[in-house]
Every structure is written in C-alpha cells, then in structure tokens.
C-alpha cells in the first residue's frame, strides 16, 4: 500500500469553526489532491498541488484552502465550516513523469460532521 | 449529463454469478481508472488501462477507446467482492485531474 495518512479519521465540529485536515505521505509523490465523497456524486476535486507551495482550484473549491509547504503534507483548511461541509474527505497521491500519467493512490478518508 | 457513466448503479448476485460494471464517458482521454471501495473503508485502486484489458485474479478490465467505453469484469464472485467500484478517467488535457462516475455498488449474496 502507498504510504498515505489521514489525520484525524474522524471529526465532529460546529458551524462556524475552523477545520484543518491533514494528509501526509511517504512515497515522496509530486502530486496531492484532496477530494470530497458525498452520496450521489462521483469523487469531486477540491484543490490538488503539483509540488511545493504549487496548488491549483478543483471543481468544488468554494469555502477550502490548501497549503503544501512540504513535499510530504498537503493541508486543507475550512476556514469557517458549514454544514454543506459534512462529507468524506480523501486525499490521493501521484507521480507524474513527463508525457506519461501515473495513478492516483488514496488515504483512508477523514469523515468529518459539521453541526 | 455527467462526462463518467456507469451501468448499473446496484447490482446484486449470487456468489458465482459471473458479473459485469460497464462505465461510459464522453471525452477523450489517456487513462481509465478502476477503484474499489468497500464500505466504510478506504478506495484502492485496481486497474489503470489506456487500450485493450488487464487481467488481475479473477478481475479482468476492458477498455474500448473509440466507443469511449470499458467494462469491468468479475469471474466466480464471491461475497467478499461486494464493494463499490469506481470509475475514473484523466482526460487529454494536460493536467492530472479525473473525472469519477459514482460508482456501482456490486452485492454477493452467497
């Protein structure tokens, strides 16, 4: 398996409060994505980052920040969550070689309720 | 209409049955994913394919790049294949984004 991590696994806040999740990873992958799982939707992108400090919007990213200051974590922050922000948060990892693609490997999830 | 279609949405079976998920899409692309998810767990991923099929156990993947279509096959099911599989595709444009249908969620009743 991938060296992928989640913290926390899970998370119950309130609305209003700020929400940081973490994902870290051993493989030393350039690319990180963070996505949200909800029921009746495929996996949408949130924001993903293509190396250090180097990140870019997904198709959902109204309401998240991320920052990558280092290779190996990739932080996604609510500043103030909602609770159309209760969902299933994966983080994904892959490498990416010049005129090639590289499959993309998943943490475990951190499911997090917004009250 | 979403750009990843699958077919069916449930599936339910009995262990043996022979079983096939086939998902659609719409843009060209460089790379069909197939993921698994079993409930409440993590997705892990199962095939990568760009042309013709991949054979893992008792899992075969096909892809049809000019019908823009793949199916995913599963030989002597068995309940512990009951899972959600998931596919994804990147399309051509240059980033590393995909595009995910909802899934398929597959029962083995044994």
């Known amino acids: 398996d991938a060296g992928i991590t989640q913290s926390p696994r899970h998370k119950v806040t309130e609305t209003g409060t700020p929400v940081t999740l973490r994902c870290h990873q051993t493989?030393?992958?350039?690319?990180m994505y963070w996505y949200r799982q909800d029921p009746g939707h495929g996996l949408r992108l949130i924001h993903y980052s293509y190396g250090v400090k180097d990140t870019d919007k997904g198709e959902v990213s109204d309401g998240y920040s991320v920052s990558r200051s280092k290779t190996e974590d990739f932080l996604l922050t609510l500043e103030s969550a909602t609770s159309s922000q209760t969902s299933v948060y994966f983080c994904?990892?892959?490498?990416?070689?010049?005129?090639?693609?590289?499959?993309?490997?998943f943490g475990p999830g951190t499911r997090l309720t917004v009250l | 209409k979403n750009e990843v279609e699958q077919s069916p949405q449930n599936l339910t079976a009995q262990e043996g049955e022979f079983i096939t998920i086939n998902c659609s899409y719409s843009v060209g692309i460089s790379a069909l994913h197939w993921l698994q998810q079993h409930p409440g767990g993590g997705i892990v991923s199962l095939f990568m394919?760009?042309?013709g099929k991949k054979k893992h156990g008792r899992l075969i993947a096909t892809i049809n790049i000019q019908e823009k279509h793949s199916s995913l096959h599963i030989t002597a099911s068995h309940p512990r294949d009951s899972a959600v599989y998931i596919c994804?595709?990147?399309?051509?444009?240059?980033?590393?984004?995909?595009?995910f249908g909802t899934g398929t969620r597959l029962t083995i009743i044994p």
């Open positions: 994904a990892i892959s490498e990416s070689d010049r005129g090639s693609y590289n499959e993309q490997f």
């Open positions: 994804a595709v990147k399309a051509l444009s240059g980033n590393e984004k995909l595009t």
């Open positions: 493989e030393n992958h350039r690319y």
């Open positions: 394919l760009s042309s």
